[in-house]
């Protein structure tokens, strides 16, 4: 991943619709990552199931259950909480999305180095 924070989005965007996917230059490929604006915080993540390392999402920024307060895998159903990635139902019970680190500043949404 790159030295330097890396420019996402806008914010308001994230306010439009709640989660977003972005695809990462690293190295000779893309990294596959996703945010999600929840309760007025942003939480980040590698867009990658850990029950078998597929993406999650089935359409395009699709990556939330029907109310909005559950992360879901579209391959099998695995839900995850939004706050920490935690898998609190289907195959992957128990495990963890693995978690990035987001910022935000002046309206921009960043992926911090690292
Ligand atoms: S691939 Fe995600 S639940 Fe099976």
Not at 36 to 63: A, E, K
Not at 66 to 76: D, E, F, N, Q, S
């Amino acid at each position: 991943m790159a030295d330097e924070k890396i420019h996402l989005c806008v914010l308001t965007e994230l306010a439009a619709n709640p989660a977003m996917g972005f695809a990462i230059k690293s190295g000779g490929g893309d990294l596959h990552i996703f945010v999600v604006r929840h309760n007025d915080r942003l939480y980040g993540y590698i867009n990658r199931c850990p029950h078998t390392g597929v993406n999650l999402d089935w359409l395009l920024d699709q990556f939330l259950d029907a109310t909005g307060k559950l992360i879901t895998c579209a391959t099998h159903g695995a839900q995850f909480r939004i706050e920490d990635g935690y898998c609190i139902h289907g195959p992957c019970s128990g495990e963890s999305l693995t978690p990035i680190a987001i910022s935000s500043h002046d309206g921009w949404v960043f992926l911090q180095p690292g």
